[in-house]
């Protein structure tokens, strides 16, 4: 993940999740993985690596970083920080490596 120079604020956790589509409508496809309390700062990257991502298909990759204060399903504008993968991947069972997905501060929601 790529995180803005203009990051601010606490994260509380990050969720990366599958969708058909996005933005996102109701619950995702799939959980890839939760973070408690992930360490991110404001220019820097964040890793995110997951081993099996047990899932099959083409899936958006949507990832919400809430906040302190922020959301805990849905994100909440100007608080929280939303990403996606600008198409979808295809799951196979095979490794993969993405492209970063630049983190945005939230909006529309």
Sequence with gaps: L???ESFGGTPRSLA???YTSI???GPPAGIVVEVDSPEI???YRYPIRELPVLFTGDYYIWINLYMEGGGEWLPVND???TGSSPQPISFDGSAIELDDILLEL???W
């Design 79 to 81: 608080v929280d920080y």
């Design 23 to 25: 933005p996102p409508a």
């Design 41 to 43: 700062q404001a220019g």
């Design 16 to 18: 990366v999740a599958l």
């Design 106 to 108: 939230a909006s529309g």
């Design 2 to 4: 790529l995180v803005p």
